[in-house]
């Protein structure tokens, strides 16, 4: 029998507060729709929200499993997960931010070859601060997405970080325009984004996605990408998670490098 190797996925940002964790929920709701089974681990240690979004209620988190690992007593992945579904599991992020720093990376690594075995895909919501445990999560990435808006820090940040990685010849990451986050504070065109950024736009969030009542759905621990009426009412967004979701099935098994448009 093959070993299983789920891909990794790990989303990102040049700044804070870009609907990273809001994405990676709606990615997860249409795997659950497509029952493919998804682990989502919370890798925002400082002020992680993934188990507060669905509602889930835990005791055991991220630095208890690495601290377990460090200690000899770890025993297996399932110890440490929560299920939302039959479909999404969780590993929440520490419970107490002091925890966060003591995470050492080199665990992190046997995390990840122990997760890949048991799901099809992970999706790892991380935060905007290049620390040595968002770089172990992203160099163990199939694909990595930024999430960014259309702010002007926002895309100046983008900028550096995009010509960071042509210098590194690091291709595989994509970036999604969130339009549907900030729709007021919108600045420039979709065209000037991408000549200031000397990239493409690979996925755009529209901003008919923005949700006044997104709190009601959230705080209730729905995701909103697994919600019929929604699903109905927002059928370009939902397309857009759809592609997405495509492009993560196929990551791993072709070339995933990004054409640019430079
Ligand atoms: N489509 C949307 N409609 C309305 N509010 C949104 C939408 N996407 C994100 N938000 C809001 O923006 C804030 C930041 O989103 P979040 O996903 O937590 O960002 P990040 O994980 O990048 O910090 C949250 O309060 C969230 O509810
Ligand atoms: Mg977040």
Redesign the pocket.
């Known amino acids: 029998m093959a070993i299983k190797r789920g891909k990794v996925i790990s989303f990102t940002?040049v700044k804070?507060?870009?609907?990273?964790?809001?994405t990676v929920l709606n990615l997860a709701g249409i795997l659950s729709n497509r029952k493919i089974k998804t682990l989502v681990i919370d890798g925002d240690f400082y002020n992680g929200?993934i188990a507060v979004s669905l509602d889930v209620a835990f005791d055991k988190d991220l630095y208890l499993l690495i601290n377990d690992m460090a200690t000899s007593h770890f025993d297996n992945l399932e110890t440490y997960i929560k299920p939302y579904n039959d479909y999404i599991d969780i590993l929440p992020a520490p419970k107490d931010p002091r925890d966060a720093n003591k995470i050492e990376s080199k665990y992190l690594h046997v995390l990840i070859a122990k997760a890949r075995m048991k799901y099809d895909v992970i999706l790892v919501d991380l935060n905007h601060i290049m620390d040595s445990n968002n770089l172990t999560f992203l160099d163990e990435s199939d694909l990595v997405y930024y999430?960014m808006t259309n702010d002007l820090n926002d895309i100046k940040g983008m900028k550096t970080m995009i010509s960071i990685y042509s210098d590194m010849d690091f291709t595989n990451y994509r970036i999604i325009l969130?339009d549907?986050?900030d729709k007021l504070k919108q600045t420039l065109s979709r065209v000037d984004v991408k000549n200031v950024i000397k990239d493409d736009l690979d996925y755009v969030i529209p901003e008919s996605?923005?949700?006044s009542d997104?709190?009601n759905y959230?705080l209730k621990g729905n995701i909103v990408t697994a919600n019929k009426g929604i699903r109905r009412k927002h059928k370009k967004a939902i397309a857009v998670f759809e592609s997405i979701v495509d492009e993560i099935l196929d990551s791993g098994d072709k070339d995933v490098k990004k054409e640019t448009s430079k």
């Open positions: 940002s804070g507060g870009t609907g990273k964790t809001t929200g999430v969130n549907a986050k996605f923005y949700l997104i709190n959230t």
